[in-house]
């Protein structure tokens, strides 16, 4: 069974750049979410997408969103690049959200 | 002040001793609380879920504990391994469906 898989691994964007990661949750899984992981703040949450709803967000700006498409894939966006979102975004997906999370290794965002 | 405090921030041990990470938090209605381990530049791995009316679950060297009364979960780990350098990410989620992340403690295992 594959696991998470989010593309790409590595981003290199400008401030003012938006940005888009996908990220493939494990067949089956309709809950994916969205986490951001730098050194100074850990992991931080972002957003949950459930059967193509948004069914909980966290503390980030409006630049931050997404959407799940019908097949369970997911998208991020982050508009207006701001040099504090270098970070690790990562993913991950669920069969109903409450347990086991798997999560994907990632996508290394730098904004220079 | 962090809803879920981790300690200590950073360890280090010889290859084949025990250990014993903790996790305290504050939030509530309590769901679930979970540990997993995070290789470096790679996504966290589930190692324990522990629901309310679990006191210990064990998974290979790791055993975790959880006292759902005074809110304090453990994680030990025994024979410790070099691949066991990681980070040990303790996650709690209240309320069915927020989540609070500890930062972590920094297990380095040493020959």
């Known amino acids: 069974k594959a696991g998470v898989t989010q593309t790409p691994r590595y981003l290199i964007k400008t401030r003012g750049q938006q940005v888009t990661l996908s990220c493939s949750p494990i067949s089956g899984h309709r809950s994916v979410s969205w986490y951001q992981q730098t050194p100074g703040q850990g992991l931080q949450f972002l957003f949950e997408y459930f059967s193509e709803t948004q069914r909980n967000k966290g503390n980030f700006p409006g630049r931050f969103s997404g959407r799940q498409f019908s097949n369970s894939r997911s998208e991020m966006n982050v508009s207006t690049l701001e040099l504090g979102d270098s970070a690790l975004y990562l993913c991950a997906s669920s069969d109903d959200g409450n347990y086991g999370y798997t999560f994907g290794s990632g996508t290394r965002l730098t904004v220079v | 002040k962090n809803q879920v405090e981790q300690s200590p921030q950073s360890l280090i041990i010889l290859e084949g001793k025990n250990c014993t990470l903790q996790?305290?938090?504050?939030?509530?209605?309590?769901?679930?609380l979970r540990w997993y381990k995070q290789d470096t530049g790679r996504g966290p791995v589930s190692l324990t879920i522990m629901t309310f009316s679990e006191n210990t679950k064990s998974n290979g060297r790791y055993t975790a504990t959880l006292d759902a009364d005074t809110k304090q979960s453990s994680l030990h780990i025994t024979a410790s391994q070099l691949s066991g350098s990681a980070s040990y990410i303790c996650?709690?989620?209240?309320?069915?469906?927020?989540?609070?992340f500890g930062a972590g403690t920094r297990l380095t295992v040493k020959p």
């Open positions: 996790c305290n938090y504050t939030v509530s209605p309590f769901s679930n």
């Open positions: 996650v709690v989620n209240y309320n069915n469906n927020d989540m609070r």
